[in-house]
């Protein structure tokens, strides 16, 4: 079955580093992709997303492009800052029967800290 | 616009026990989703609803059940409950209709079995 993979962390950085989580996947076909980010005692927040090869997602300064070639969708932000600290998670949209999407796979999540 | 609705917020529960969990999602979403979250499992699917329909299903017992009223309101059920079942359960809404749609999460239920 379709599967993701991201770095588990902990990821402890300080501020105004540079940010990068790896995400690799299998599918069959060709999921859409997304980043989602937790805060603590909230629900999933869409991060950004791509729907195919060689798109860019952005948003808030965080960016992921989708490799087909290397079934990667790593995500990278120059510059974090203390808010940027939440759970982070890879994602795929597997495509049913009915042609559209419904059922995301998650990666294990990849919590950064991120100091002052 | 009002996000997705979820409740309630915490439940304890003891072993053996039903419980029904809530979920309102956006107006105008049709498509309900359901997952729980486990530390060590982590984000696992469980049902998704549209238009009132089961279209999709998880490896999770039978134990697990859900529905979709008229309204795209959904509950889900868990019966007899074993302590393993104590997680944060997460619903998602989202319109459901083409590919790469977004699903919008709620803020979740946390459910603890004693």
């Known amino acids: 079955g379709n599967s993701v993979t991201q770095m588990e962390g902990p990821v402890t950085l300080s501020e105004e580093a540079f940010l990068t989580i790896n995400c690799t996947y299998t599918?069959?076909?060709?999921?859409?992709l997304f980043w989602y980010v937790q805060y603590p005692g909230e629900g999933l927040q869409l991060l950004l997303k791509?729907?195919?090869?060689?798109d860019k997602g952005s948003n808030k300064g965080f960016e992921a492009t989708y490799r087909k070639e290397t079934t990667s969708f790593h995500l990278e932000k120059g510059s974090v800052q203390v808010s940027d600290s939440a759970v982070y998670f890879c994602?795929?949209?597997?495509?049913?029967?009915?042609?559209?999407?419904?059922?995301?796979?998650f990666g294990k999540g990849t919590l950064l800290t991120v100091n002052p | 616009k009002a996000g997705v609705t979820q409740t309630p917020r915490y439940l304890i529960k003891t072993r053996g026990q039903q419980v029904t969990l809530s979920c309102s999602p956006i107006?105008?979403?049709?498509?309900v989703s359901w997952y729980q979250q486990t530390p060590g499992q982590g984000l696992q699917f469980l049902f998704e609803?549209?238009?009132?329909?089961?279209?999709n299903k998880g490896n999770f017992p039978g134990r697990f059940s859900g529905r979709q009223f008229s309204n795209s309101r959904s509950e889900m059920n868990v019966s007899t409950l074993e302590l393993g079942d104590s997680a944060l359960y997460l619903c998602?809404?989202?319109?459901?209709?083409?590919?790469?749609?977004?699903?919008?999460f709620g803020a979740g239920t946390r459910l603890s079995v004693l």
């Open positions: 791509a729907t195919k090869a060689d």
């Open positions: 994602a795929l949209s597997d495509r049913g029967s009915g042609g559209s999407n419904y059922k995301l796979t």
């Open positions: 609803y549209f238009s009132e329909t089961q279209r």
């Open positions: 107006s105008g979403h049709r498509s």
């Open positions: 599918a069959t076909g060709y999921p859409s």
């Open positions: 998602a809404s989202s319109s459901g209709l083409t590919d790469g749609t977004i699903q919008y």
